[in-house]
């Protein structure tokens, strides 16, 4: 079946430096890739997304580019500050549910310190 | 502006008993919805989705069901709880329409934190 797979599954940074988190999709048909940010006891939220017929998005310190060959989108914090620090999902959306539905990542635990 | 509201934010339920969880969504119409649930420390799970009134798909065979009596209204029901089943129950949902930088997004609500004792 369809598949994301998102690494690495921790990352720690200190504030300032950059970050970056990986997902690969299976799903070749797969042509909408959003990313959530998940603070503690909260439910997911929608930081940045990006279409397949596009490479790169950026939205201030937020960047995510898609590699449609290889099958595989990252996303990209710069200047990482405290309040970074959260759980991140990667999705695709592709054929599965007739595209209605979101295949997540596992999540990646972001630890920014001061 | 859509929102999209759960509740309870928390429960606490025995084993054995039954389980009502409601996810309603204003400001748009003709929603797809969504139930995830995630335990702690863990990944999102989709149990159902729905793309209409009464149009209901299983993701993952369970002792949980849900029903979508209006457009707007999405329940999360079980009639007896399994201490598996707690966990954080998330609703979400994604504008089912073409309308201008919402057609594809999708968005979740706060969330219920169930506790099966």
């Known amino acids: 079946g369809e598949n994301v797979e998102q690494h690495p599954s921790t990352l720690s940074v200190q504030e300032g430096d950059s970050a970056v988190i990986k997902c690969t999709y299976s799903d070749s048909a797969s042509n909408y890739f959003p990313w959530y940010k998940q603070e503690l006891g909260k439910g997911p939220q929608l930081i940045i997304d990006?279409?397949?017929?596009?490479g790169e998005k950026k939205d201030q310190r937020i960047a995510v580019t898609l590699n449609k060959t290889a099958k595989h989108f990252s996303l990209h914090i710069t200047e990482t500050q405290p309040e970074d620090s959260a759980v991140y999902f990667c999705?695709?959306?592709?054929?599965?549910?007739?595209?209605?539905?979101?295949?997540f990542g596992a999540g990646t635990r972001l630890a920014v310190h001061p | 502006s859509q929102t999209i509201h759960q509740w309870p934010a928390t429960l606490v339920q025995p084993v054995g008993s039954p389980l009502s969880l409601e996810c309603t969504v204003e400001?748009?119409?003709?929603?797809?919805l969504y139930w995830y649930r995630q335990a702690a420390g863990r990944g999102l799970q989709l149990l159902f989705y729905s793309v209409g009134i009464g149009q209901i798909s299983s993701e993952v065979p369970q002792n949980l069901s849900a029903s979508r009596p209006q457009d707007r209204q999405f329940i999360l029901s079980s009639k007896k709880l399994l201490l598996s089943d707690s966990g954080f129950y998330l609703c979400?949902?994604?504008?089912?329409?073409?309308?201008?930088?919402?057609?594809?997004?999708?968005?979740f609500g706060p969330g219920t934190r169930l506790t099966v004792l």
């Open positions: 400001g748009t119409s003709n929603p797809n």
């Open positions: 979400a949902w994604r504008s089912g329409s073409m309308t201008r930088g919402l057609y594809n997004e999708q968005f």
């Open positions: 999705a695709a959306r592709g054929l599965s549910g007739g595209y209605n539905k979101l295949i």
């Open positions: 990006i279409r397949s017929n596009v």
